[in-house]
């Protein structure tokens, strides 16, 4: 599964078109000022003037006079420039309202970063266009931290190894999460979110995806069938163009992956050799990663090998979730 030629260059032409809507606002705001502020438009028309001038008067000089003569035209320039700001504050403007505007500050709108790499913004472009997330963006807005109801969770189920009730450990949980959130951009950190079916691991990472989605960072939720189906096809070829990114570079290389319901597909040496790429060659790019499983940890380690679950054990913050299907208990409630 690769992006189509076709696909690519829609991409780029939104990328084009951003710049082009950015720039004729930054135009729209100095002829705004120039007409508003008369004294800034003469500024701004002395800083050309003197540039050119300073241009002209520096050919032949020798090094030490083009040194001095460049000093001294850089502090009229900063002097000038100091003006204009000073202008913009005394008629009610922000100091930087004349900025260059970008959609994406880190890449100025271009989609890449210095030395080639792709723009975290070209990648959830590009991960938007594979897998078309608008039901997803829904249910991340729908499901959030603010709505993550620990009344659900039963205060007598207990967890004999850690001693904490279902409750409590939900709140550990949700404490766990957020952080995972609130230190995303500065900690390489994994989760894995365990426990029986509808006790609300979904709905956690669900939450993780939104807020991070929503600032900015490249997200790619899948459920463990879709993602190893999509490895299949890359990996057998399935009549897909490989000459543009695939699923799998975007895999390894979004900022992060979340793998829902681990334990649902059919598990084999396939799955359990594409699932250790994964782990490792995201870990090796400190890349992170949020797996969610209804397995416990033992049947996670009989199912993927020791070597997965060792990587799993060192590399990855264990939550475990307990108590009754909060899906069925809602299903089932009495109505208020």
């Known amino acids: ?18 710049r ?36 002209k008067a520096s050919i032949g000089l020798s090094d030490e006079a083009y040194a001095k003569a460049r000093s001294a035209y850089h502090l009229e320039q900063a002097a000038i420039i100091a003006r204009k700001t000073a ?3 005394e008629n009610g403007y ?63 189920v207990m967890d ?12 550990r949980a949700l404490d766990t999460c957020r952080s995972f959130v609130s230190h995303f951009r500065d900690s390489h950190e994994n989760l894995l979110l365990y426990g ?27 459920t463990a069938f879709e993602l190893f189906d999509a490895l299949e096809k890359i990996t057998f070829r399935r009549g897909e163009e490989n000459d543009l990114p695939s699923a799998l570079d975007l895999f390894l290389s979004c900022d992060l992956l979340i793998i829902d319901d681990l334990g649902t ?3 084999n040496a396939f799955t359990t050799s594409r699932l250790y790429l994964l782990i490792n060659e995201r870990g090796l790019r400190e890349k992170a990663t949020v797996i969610s499983s209804n397995l416990s940890l033992a049947e996670i380690q009989r199912t993927y090998s020791d070597r997965i679950f060792s990587r799993i054990i060192s590399d990855y913050r264990i939550v475990h979730l307990l108590g009754d299907d909060i899906r069925y208990k809602k299903a089932t409630a009495s109505p208020m």
């Open 20 to 55: 082009l809507s950015n720039k004729a606002i930054h135009d729209a705001r100095i002829q705004e000022i120039h007409q508003r502020i008369p004294a800034f438009a003469a500024l701004d028309a002395s800083l050309a003037e003197r540039s050119v001038a300073f241009a």
């Open 87 to 89: 202008l913009l504050k």
């Open 196 to 222: 029986v079916t509808g006790v609300g691991k979904t709905f956690l990472s669900n939450c993780i995806a939104g807020a991070l989605a929503a600032d900015g960072v490249s997200v790619i939720y899948q």
């Open 265 to 267: 597909e059919l598990a």
């Open 160 to 171: 004999p190894q850690t001693g904490l009730t279902a409750r409590a450990a939900a709140e």
């Open 1 to 18: 599964m690769a992006l189509k030629n076709a696909q690519f260059e829609q991409i780029l032409r939104i990328y084009d078109d951003r």
């Open 94 to 156: 922000p100091e930087d309202y004349l900025a260059p505007l970008y959609s994406c500050p880190d890449c100025k709108d271009t989609g890449y970063l210095d030395g080639g790499t792709r723009c975290h913004c070209l990648n959830q472009t590009i991960i938007d266009t594979f897998y078309q997330r608008a039901e997803l963006v829904n249910k991340w807005q729908q499901e959030t931290f603010d709505h993550f109801q620990l009344n659900w969770y039963d205060d007598t």
